[in-house]
């Protein structure tokens, strides 16, 4: 009986020792926002991460391509799960991922001080836009910096690149503009011209840094 307690006892230990460090969950601020996230170390070599991001960028008035808009939001909503290889030591690594993305933009435009009078029936234009397709992809490179302190936490740091669909709007006019559908046309169609021209938009660079806790 005795000899079946420690055997227990002793497989118990290593699988305990096994398991040790393999889930981790932590925090992390980035130029998307705000990410939590869940990953788990298969060994040395691998592991996976599962991140939701989510953040409300703001600006009352903002300039873009010469042009004023106003109330801009830009809204990033992802839930991406990343693989690493720690290729070259423990610490540096290379990632790719993908997963949804749920992003929206809002902006909103004063015509009616224009000086054409088409536009200028425009009135007072409101577009929202959000990605054709909710797919995204991630490449990118990482450190982890493990046991700070000779603890269980870590310092990680990402910098990459996610690819994005174009976008697709959809805008409303106050001016009496908004009873002709050729004139809405023409709106929805240079609102999605002006952001699919930006390649930063479909190519986002996105760098974070953030601890996480090895359990």
Not at 157 to 185: C, H, L, W
Request: proline share 3%.
């Amino acid at each position: 009986m005795n000899k079946i307690m420690q055997s227990a006892l002793i497989a118990t230990a290593i699988m305990s020792q096994a398991s040790a460090g393999n889930w981790n969950s932590g925090l992390r601020i980035s130029t998307l926002g705000i990410a939590g996230e869940v990953g788990y170390h298969f060994n040395e070599t691998f592991g996976l991460r599962l991140q939701g991001t989510w953040w409300e960028h703001f600006r009352k008035t903002m300039s873009f391509d010469g042009v004023k808009y106003h109330d801009v939001r830009f809204r990033p909503v992802t839930v991406t799960l990343y693989a690493d290889w720690y290729f070259y030591t423990n610490w540096w690594r290379l990632s790719i991922g993908g997963g949804y993305n749920a992003t929206k933009i809002r902006l909103n435009r004063d015509f009616s001080n224009d000086p054409n009078p088409l536009r200028q029936a425009l009135g007072y234009t409101h577009g929202r836009y959000r990605y054709k397709n909710p797919i995204s992809y991630y490449v990118g490179t990482g450190f982890d910096f493990r046991k700070l302190g000779g603890s269980n936490w870590t310092l990680t740091m990402d910098a990459g690149i996610y690819f994005m669909s174009k976008v697709s709007a959809k805008v409303t006019a106050n001016g009496p503009a908004q009873a002709s559908e050729e004139a809405m046309r023409k709106l929805r169609y240079g609102a999605e011209e002006l952001l699919n021209d930006k390649k930063y938009l479909r190519t986002y660079p996105a760098i974070s840094i953030g601890f996480k806790y090895e359990f």
